[in-house]
Structures are given as C-alpha cells and as structure tokens.
C-alpha cells in the first residue's frame, strides 16, 4: 500500500469532536464529510482532493470513539500520518480501512502543499519536496490485512464469521 500526494497538515490534540463535530453527528456518514474540520479549517473539506494526505500532529484523535476515521476516509483522504495517533482513534482508524501510521518527526518534516509518498508496508515516509525521508513504525500484518479488506466487516463477512451486510 503506497500513497504520493498532497500534504494537509493539522496541529497537536486534535480531538474526535474537531474532525467530526457534533452538529453532523446524526447526519449520514456521507453528509458528515462537509463538516469535517468546519471548527478549526472552515471551508477546508471542501478544498481537499481525492487521495490527498493528512499529516497530523502530537496525540491526533484524542477523544470520543465517534466515527471521525471514516469521516476521514469518506472525504477522499488517502491516509493519516502523525508522530503519535491515540488508540481508540486508531483502532477505529484500522475498522474503517483509513490507513494510518505513526512516524516520530513527521509533523516538523512537512509544510503544508508538499508531496509525500508514504510506503505503509516498509515504514517510509517521504518528503518529495524537500528530499527527507523518515522511518515510521509499520503496520503489524493483522491490522494491514484488515485495511485491505477494506475493514473489519468486510474482513469479517469474507472470512464467513458474520452474515453479509444488506
């Protein structure tokens, strides 16, 4: 799983209720993605394109288990990297076939507008633009499988141990 594109950048502590806030909460999942950021980057979902890069900062997904990674994911993200992803976020991060991937460093290597290629499977982050080149720690093979199922309930239908979904 390799990605090149354009670089997004967000801040440290970003919270569940920053990347989807509560007034679209109820809204279905592909209306929720107009909201996505609306309280810190107003107007910003609306600017990213299809398989465009997140780098995000310190802690990014702090908070509630709400769906923010497939918002993330339904906005045309191809995936998020940050030195540091809480738990909680990243496991639903995982669920939701949003790749994500931790790599020391990476938000003081990136400007927002440049282009990285991001190589989940070797762990490398690269900064195009500038020519720097980061080690991120890899996805352990369970949780990449489950991503290129396209997510746990896909896996989990595949594999026979839940009923299709209607």
Known sequence: MNFKARVWKVGDNINTDLILPNRAFYLTAEEQVGYV???????????????????GGRNF?????????????????????????NGL????????????LECP??????????????EFSAG?????TQGTELTAKPLPAQLLAIVNAGGIYPLLEKEGSIAPRA
């Open 37 to 55: 950021f609306s309280a810190n980057r107003p107007g910003w979902a609306q600017q990213v394109q299809k398989g465009d890069i997140l780098i």
């Open 61 to 85: 997904g702090m908070g509630s288990s709400r769906p923010a990674a497939r918002s993330l994911k339904n906005l045309g993200l191809a995936c998020l990297v940050a030195p540091y992803i």
């Open 89 to 100: 976020f990243f496991r639903n991060a995982v669920n939701f076939a949003f790749p994500a």
């Open 105 to 118: 460093g990476v938000d003081e290597a990136f400007d927002e507008g440049d282009i990285a290629e991001i």
């Open 124 to 128: 490398r982050v690269r900064n195009l």
